[in-house]
Each structure stands twice: as C-alpha cells, then as structure tokens.
C-alpha cells in the first residue's frame, strides 16, 4: 500500500514557478514509478511528467517539454515536479500517483495509487 500527498500548489503569474512535492508513505516506494497528470475543469486527466523507479529516465508531455523537470528523493520517499515559465494553460488540479507495471506512463489506468491533488492556478 501506498499513500501520497501532494503540495505546493498555488496562484503564480503568467511567467513563474512553482515547485510541487508528493510524499509517500510505504517502504515499496523505490520500486514504483511515479507520474504527474493534471486535469482542468471540463476536461480529462492528462499526463505530464513521469521518472521510472531508479530516477534514471523521465518522460514529459510535448505541453511542458523544456519548462517542467521531475526529480525523485529514495531517502525523503518524496518526488518533484518543478514547473518554470508557467502559463495560464498550465491551470489545473494536479496529481501525482504512482505504477508498479512500469511499462507506459502516460496512461492514467496504469496507475495504482493516486493522490488527492493540488490545484495550481497561473494568472494571464
């Protein structure tokens, strides 16, 4: 089992960063990948950043290539989405959630475990 709690969400400008955490509780949390999906109002979950179980490879949706970078801390049990030149499009309530069947990461249904969410409103 594997619990995860997200943070760091917030209003930003047109142009800023934020940085957004998910703990994890579970001893097991080495093992799994962990994904970034965000979902506005109105429309369907959608995959943005995800890093294997080592931290040794990371993907990210065209939408944040360049602005986004994803990091994972084994001994902190916590992993990271920086997000730099957000835009208002970067608007959405984010998740992070974690997969065992490391085998496609931007698929939602994949996933095991899902966090509540952090909502990140960027301002035009």
């Known amino acids: 089992q594997v619990q995860l709690v997200e943070s760091g969400g917030g209003l930003v400008q047109a142009g800023g960063s934020l940085r957004l955490s998910c703990a994890a509780s579970?001893?097991?949390?080495?093992?799994?990948?962990m994904g970034w999906f965000r979902q506005a109002p109105g429309k369907e979950r959608e995959f943005v950043a995800a890093?294997?179980?080592?931290?040794?490879?990371?993907y990210f949706a065209d939408s944040v290539k360049g602005r986004f970078t994803i990091s994972r801390d084994h001994d902190k049990n916590t992993v990271y989405l920086q997000m730099n030149s957000l835009k208002p499009e970067d608007t959405a309530v984010y998740y992070c959630?974690?997969?065992?069947?490391?085998?496609?990461?931007?698929?939602?249904?994949?996933?095991?475990?899902w966090g509540q969410g952090t909502q990140v409103t960027v301002s035009s």
């Open positions: 959630a974690a997969v065992i069947r490391q085998i496609n990461y931007a698929s939602p249904a994949l996933y095991d475990y």
């Open positions: 890093i294997n179980w080592s931290g040794s490879r990371t």
């Open positions: 579970g001893r097991t949390f080495s093992s799994y990948g």
